[in-house]
């Protein structure tokens, strides 16, 4: 459920109708529902209630420190993956005890700032980095909360590139090594175990590959225990899917009912890492219709409608050919066409969508990709020498940009002649 409907014949968010947003902060721009973005992280975290749990939001998938600091403010943690985000997390205010820090390639630096911000645990994905973490952490004179990054070769049945849980993918260390590792890292003097992660990929829409990654982690767990080592945290990764057109992901209180029920026997904090759930369907990307043209000499003629959001600002339809939702944002009702809805950028893989039914459509009418919270801004470049494009945040009836939109100047700030 989320707040983008149409109201009077016009798609609104919340009480903002969007073309008042746009008149007045020009197109292209991601627009979020905060009324939603806080209803999905209630659902999420609220549907684990029954045990400890913290839920640490994945910051890469939607990194704005205004949504950040939302989440904070509702109890959410965060789940990192370099310095930068370290960084964004810490200025939202999420607190640093809450603060999960994953990804293969840590730097010494990243790895020392997350130290000294004292964050809960580093999720270790390979022997070296182990190494490394206890080198900083006794150099630093502190001793550095970890958990490995079990890789349990679980399916998770969705696009190539967001399966990170199979033996071929480039995460974690595989269940036969962690023992020897953790065996290591035991006798090392600056570093704490206290957990044991995993993350098997991402749209995940079904619960059984969850089921079985978890599975994989306990008995891992209980032979851990037998070496004496004791688990406070079981950290079982972000992933699950959400509805971009026709999937059926489970809800957030079925995909917890299912691992609450495999977690009866453990005394453990579960520790969740979600991101696409919560902001996935509270933001869309709201972009202006420049021109509609037909390409005749073909078998048959090719509509296309060219809008001024391109893959730089959105690139899941392009990198993962995904499906994004497109809608008029004022309500149509004609016979619908079969259009390609592209970018300006010089790319033939600059799209949005391809062959779309699309009800007809003029220039200077404004279009809503919808869906586009999650892997939205956060991925979005500046490729053709375009500046990113403003975030706004509607809450209620009124409406508030949290990220200007960049101008030409920001471009090329950082260079030089
Ligand atoms: C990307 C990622 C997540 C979030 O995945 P979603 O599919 O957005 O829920 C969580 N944990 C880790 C380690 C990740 O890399």
């Known amino acids: 459920m989320n707040h983008f409907k149409y109201k009077n014949g016009e798609l609104s968010c919340e009480d903002v109708p969007v073309s008042r947003i746009a008149a007045e902060v020009g197109t292209p721009f991601y627009l979020y529902s905060s009324a ?6 209630q659902a999420f975290d609220g549907a684990f209630d029954d045990i400890a749990h913290i839920t640490c939001f994945a910051v890469k998938s939607c990194s704005n420190v205004a949504i950040l600091n939302g989440f904070g403010k509702m109890g959410g943690g965060a789940d990192i993956v370099s310095g930068g985000e370290l960084f964004r997390a810490l200025h939202s205010k999420i607190d640093p005890k809450k603060i999960i820090y994953s990804g293969v390639g840590k730097s010494e630096l990243e790895i020392e700032e997350a130290l000294r911000a004292e964050i809960l645990m580093f999720n270790v994905e390979s022997p070296q980095e182990l190494d ?11 001793r550095a909360p970890v958990a490995f990054r079990i890789n349990p070769d679980v399916d998770p049945q969705t696009h190539a590139y967001i399966s990170t849980g199979l033996a071929k993918n480039k995460f974690g260390v595989p269940v036969k090594e962690a023992l020897v590792e953790y065996l290591r890292a035991q006798d090392m003097a600056n570093i704490d175990i206290i957990g044991v992660s995993c993350h098997i990929g991402s749209q995940l829409t079904k619960i059984s590959p969850f089921i079985e990654a978890l599975h994989k982690v306990k008995l891992f767990i209980q032979q851990l225990e037998q070496k004496g080592i004791v688990i406070k945290y079981l950290d079982l990764g972000g992933g699950l899917g959400i509805n971009y057109n026709d999937e059926e992901p489970p809800l957030p209180h079925e995909y917890a009912r299912a691992v609450i029920d495999e977690l009866t026997s453990l005394d453990i904090t ?16 709201v972009t202006e219709i420049q021109y509609t043209k037909v390409n005749t000499g073909g078998e048959t003629d090719k509509h296309f409608v060219i809008v001024d959001a391109a893959m730089n600002d959105l690139s899941r339809p392009s990198l993962y050919d995904a499906f994004h939702s497109i809608k008029p944002v004022l309500e149509k009702s004609g016979t619908p066409l079969l259009v390609d809805i592209v970018g300006p950028i010089c790319e033939t893989g600059d799209f949005m969508a391809r062959d779309r039914l699309l009800e007809e459509v003029k220039q200077g009418e404004l279009l809503a990709i919808m869906s586009s919270g999650a892997y939205g801004f956060s ?34 700030r950082h260079e030089n002649i």
């Open 379 to 412: 991925m979005s470049s500046n490729y053709n020498s375009r500046p990113r494009v403003a975030e706004v945040l509607v809450e209620g009836s009124g409406f508030r940009v949290i990220r200007e939109r960049e101008n030409y100047e920001d471009l090329i």
């Open 270 to 285: 579960l520790i969740l890492e979600p991101g696409r759930v919560i902001v996935g369907n509270a933001g869309i990307l």
């Open 132 to 142: 490394r973490i206890q080198n900083v952490a006794e150099r630093l004179g502190v």
């Open 36 to 41: 939603t973005l806080n209803r999905h992280f």
